[in-house]
């Protein structure tokens, strides 16, 4: 609550701030688009921040799950595109339909691919941090390797719902829909997620886990249960944000993961590890700024990242919602 | 009276240290043995080990006369061994009330009875039981610790140094909460306060180098200030 307040006009000042040098309307596109993006580095980073919080795994392979979802779902879409063409028809629940199954197979092929990582390459490795970046890097080559056998090596163009594509004339601001889709859907998890945390028997014992592992195995709680649990879900989530980074680009490709890996870790760093509100807020803060930044000096654009995670680690070392260990 | 806990030539290393180097001692049902020695001597890493947090390389542990050296830390715990370690090992970001429902191995109505009455018995802990646990005095955390232990039916219950650091007012606290314990579970102690230890024990260890260097009872270690010189520097 303490820190609450101060966030929150730190944020209204970060949001306002732009517009001394943007025009409104300019302003208003570029902040839907930074929260859009904000949003879609959040799924990536939930789970990653998870993983890296609870159970101290530098999990590199977290980009080549983010890619597994986006071709899964890229099949998916494109499958039920074809048969019945319910992403290129003008209904909008076609295009919710071939959209939901399109989730469902991306979150269901990373979270089982979580599951396999997680018991065979990551269970040996833990508390070895070095090894941990070897072997998920190793893995991160195999999976992306596996990703260009099936559906080859060059850039897949994703189909994008037909009702999901261009925009909304708001008082004359154009505001693109899907940036809108994505914004929701980064609520609507981050909703779930806080509800899993804070009101389930499951998220107590994540969170006690967070905090300090070991005690919870000697409260009777089998903490590998969970540890493959979260590395199921936080994967499940790097699954989403591949699919909805393919949407919102609309094509995808076998490395496009690890290129965005590096905004999750910069985000699970500012946000403080383990912490889902932090990994939103800071997803918010890159997203944002990225956007302002890339329209007034597009150059500086990748440096205010960097920029944002120097001066966080400067300030509050553990992060803005780190409780440190 | 049978033997709860029993050690047997234990050995263990943490990373390249050889800590504990043949450790065996018998624990009691009913009684509070108390392990003492001074600073390295194997102390908190034999707690460890019965916790199965440490794998012993050599050596045996049993409880009620079941090996249980393989097995994980989580099914030991299952079996009713509860562990306050030393520094408590609370969680600081969640609530009191909060760390007792983690603490519960299944949240049914008969551990939430459990918990009423460690809030009965720890009425400060009632008074904070919103609060965050980081924010509560030495005492509250090592009361909340010892609270968290006793929301499940343990038979045996191991804890790690429970005074240290503490004032003397919430120290004659702690040994009016152990005492009550003792009618509910076999206690095994690790305490560097001997005037407490004295209060409490019934049987004793003496560990030095990680060996157990002296067994017996407590009343004897108390009247033999050779032993006591020598091992404790007392």
Redesign the interface.
């Known amino acids: 609550m303490t820190r609450g307040v101060p966030l929150a006009v730190g944020a209204v000042v970060l949001l306002l701030l732009p517009l001394a040098a943007i025009e409104p309307r300019a302003w208003l596109t570029l902040t839907v688009a930074g929260l859009a993006m904000g949003m879609l580095i959040f799924l990536v980073a939930s789970g990653l921040t998870l993983i890296f919080g609870l159970m101290d795994v530098l999990n590199f392979a977290h980009g080549a799950l983010f890619s597994w979802g986006a071709y899964a779902g890229f099949t998916v879409a494109l499958l039920v595109d074809g048969r019945w063409g319910w992403a290129a028809s003008p209904s909008l629940l076609a295009n919710a339909g071939v959209f939901l199954l399109a989730i469902a197979a991306a979150v269901a092929v990373a979270f089982g691919l979580g599951v396999l990582v997680e018991r065979v390459i990551v269970r040996p490795v833990y508390g070895q941090h070095l090894f941990q970046i070897l072997i998920t890097l190793g893995a991160t080559i195999v999976l992306e390797e596996l990703i260009r056998i099936a559906w080859g090596p060059n850039d897949q163009v994703m189909p994008v719902p037909f009702g999901f594509q261009g925009s909304w004339d708001v008082a004359d601001v154009i505001v693109l829909r899907f940036p809108i889709i994505a914004i929701g859907l980064g609520v609507i998890v981050y909703a779930g997620m806080l509800w899993l945390l804070n009101r389930t028997?499951v998220g107590?014992?994540v969170?006690?886990g967070v905090?300090?592992n070991?005690?919870?195995?000697?409260?009777?709680?089998?903490?590998h249960r969970y540890f493959t649990g979260v590395f199921a879900v936080g994967s499940g989530l790097a699954g989403v944000g591949g699919l909805m980074w393919g949407l919102f680009s609309q094509s995808i490709r076998p490395a496009m993961g690890g290129e965005q890996l590096i905004f999750a870790f910069v985000v699970v760093i500012i946000g403080g590890l383990g912490s889902v509100t932090g990994s939103l807020v800071g997803a918010l803060l890159v997203g944002l700024s990225y956007n302002y930044v890339a329209f007034l000096v597009p150059k500086a654009a990748i440096g205010v990242t960097m920029g944002l995670m120097v001066l966080v680690l400067l300030v509050r070392p553990t992060g803005l919602f780190g409780?440190g260990k | 009276m049978s033997d709860v806990l029993e050690l047997e030539g234990v050995h263990a290393s943490i990373g390249q240290h050889h800590i504990l180097q043949g450790v065996s001692l018998r624990v009691r049902s009913d009684a509070v043995t108390v392990l003492l020695g001074r600073n390295g001597a194997g102390k908190t890493t034999t707690m460890r080990t019965i916790m199965g947090v440490l794998r012993p390389s050599r050596g045996s542990v049993r409880f009620e006369g079941r090996p249980i050296h393989a097995l994980p830390p989580h099914a030991i715990a299952r079996l009713g061994i509860g562990y306050v370690p030393e520094g408590q090992g609370i969680f600081a970001t969640l609530t009191v009330e909060e760390n007792l429902r983690v603490a519960m191995l299944a949240e049914s109505a008969e551990s939430r009875e459990r918990m009423r009455r460690v809030l009965g018995l720890f009425p400060d802990l009632e008074r904070f039981r919103v609060a965050r646990a980081g924010t509560l005095s030495g005492g509250q955390k090592q009361m909340l610790a010892i609270g968290r232990a006793l929301v499940n039916p343990v038979r045996l219950l191991l804890v790690d140094e429970p005074s240290k650091g503490l004032a003397p007012i919430v120290v004659e606290h702690l040994i009016a909460a152990l005492k009550a314990l003792k009618r509910e579970a076999t206690v095994v102690l690790v305490e560097q306060n001997f005037a407490m230890a004295s209060r409490l024990g019934d049987d004793c260890y003496v560990m030095d180098d990680g060996r157990t260097v002296h067994s017996g009872s407590m009343a004897s270690l108390v009247a033999d200030a050779a032993l006591k010189r020598r091992y404790l520097g007392i």
């Open positions: 028997r107590l014992i969170r006690a905090e300090n070991e005690m919870v195995q000697v409260m009777g709680h089998d903490i409780v």
